[in-house]
């Protein structure tokens, strides 16, 4: 048997109603729905191949070499995609982000949509957008949500079974801009999967999982209504909620540099006093991610990259959904 493999790309996305928190930490089934943007020209390309000859697994990460933890995770997910193809085979996984990776720009999200995708690609399964959704979830929540495209929502579900994400809109429903606020580039100090199972420590995570299917149901509305007011009002109470949370469990995390709550009181008074389309939102880490839309992008732009402690400004769009390159071999795919 010669060697299979496939390459595929994912784009991170921006939750405005966060997954914070999980009911199984081990499927990652999470304690509430989400809601995200895929973000355009921000991508993670993977390729994966596997050979009758490969001893274990390998893996690439952005032209160097990956760490013993890394690499562990990525074999340990494939080793779910190995199940499913019911082979023994060992792979090598070379996988590059475009964007900085451990900033608050999800990579994780991108890198287990691209990996799916590649994984079952390359060893000749064909998965419906539903069943790589699934997958994706395993390797890291959010990146169920970077399979579909568009703007997403992560059906909680009560098992493996019915927890995914399904698209709500298409990329070009709405013209929204995340405006990436980059004020630090070091790696953060806890990752969200720890974080996760911190946040049942905090007396909050319950009032906050509580009133998630009304945050769900207003977000969800407000973008197909395109109604920029009460999709800000819900985003920036969402992020407030879960950092609220953050903080108060046990250890607390403190994601917030001065920077962040100088750039959060800024965009906020930008909406109320200038009446214009923009809010933030923030993930495990101190860069904001400033949400508006396209015909002020680039004002919002210059006005964040005057704020102390901004040190660049990324600019996305709504992004498609993850997709294959090539499948290099040609077998013939086969259904689950
Ligand atoms: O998928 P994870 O385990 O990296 O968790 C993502 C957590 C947040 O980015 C903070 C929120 C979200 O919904 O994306």
Redesign the pocket.
Known sequence: MSSMSATAIASP?I?FI???GNRDNQLRLPLNG?I?MNLDGLFTQTTVTFDPAFEMDTLTLNDQVADQQATSRVTHFLDLVRKLANTTLRANVISKNNFPTGVGI?S??SAFAALSLAATAAIGLELSETELSRLARRG????CRSVPGGYVEWLAGQSDDDSYAVSIASPDHWALVDCIVIVQVEHKQIG??QG?LLANTSPLQYARVEDAPRRIRLCKEAILHRDFETFATITELDSTL?HAVMMTSDPPLFYWSPATLEIMTNVTRWRKEKALPVCYTV??GPNVHVICEEPVSETIREQLLQLPGVLQVLSAKPAGPARLCTTLDNHSLRKL
């Not at 890291?140 to 990146?143: D, E, I, K, Q, V």
């Open positions: 996305n939750a966060k997954y914070w989400s995200s999800a994780s999200a890291s929540g959010s990146a969200s999967s996760h879960m993930d495990a």
